[in-house]
């Protein structure tokens, strides 16, 4: 998905400042036909410049078995394969079961690296759940426009109750 930036916005409301003040000079006019003809070029070259979906991989690191209650982590890894470094904005999306105290956070991708970001998750409730897919939000070079890429990066994931607390349990129990 691609979307226009708040600095798209701001060039063509200054590109159009010309044509209201018009009417108390004259000639203004002209000036924002040139101005608002610059903002549309740099426009399209911004979106010809935009971060394309086969520049970047991700991936997601988390352990097959986690424990009930129990902080966990879960690191996803984003490569940029080509072009240079900006900086993003990484989303997780996670199994409504599981809490964590942030889903997205600001990374920056070197050019030719890999930049990675740790969520501390906690699941609620037991069973096999799939944490993902990825969203990664880049700018443009110029900012006039962002795109969301979705990596779809799911691993099976089996959450057991914690079998220290079982064990206190049992012993209380005696």
Known sequence: MIGPAPRLI???????????????APGLSTLGMGVLA???AL???????LPRRRDYEAALDVAPVLTLADEEPLTARVRR??????????????????????DQTPIVVP??????????????KRGRYH???????????L???????????SAEVKVYP???SMKRYALLAR
């Open 38 to 40: 610059g903002v549309a």
């Open 43 to 49: 426009a399209v070259l911004d979106l010809v410049l």
């Open 10 to 24: 701001l060039a063509l409301a200054l590109a159009a400042a010309p044509f209201a003040l018009d009417p108390f």
């Open 131 to 141: 944490p993902g897919p990825l969203f990664l939000r880049l700018g443009a070079p």
């Open 81 to 102: 394969l080509k072009g240079p470094f900006g900086p993003a904005l990484l989303r997780i999306v996670l199994p409504p079961e599981w809490v964590t105290e942030h």
């Open 162 to 164: 914690a079998v220290s």
């Open 111 to 124: 050019a030719a690296g890999e930049a990675t970001a740790q969520f501390r998750v906690r699941a609620r």
């Open 143 to 153: 900012g006039f426009f962002w795109r969301d890429l979705r990596f779809d990066v």
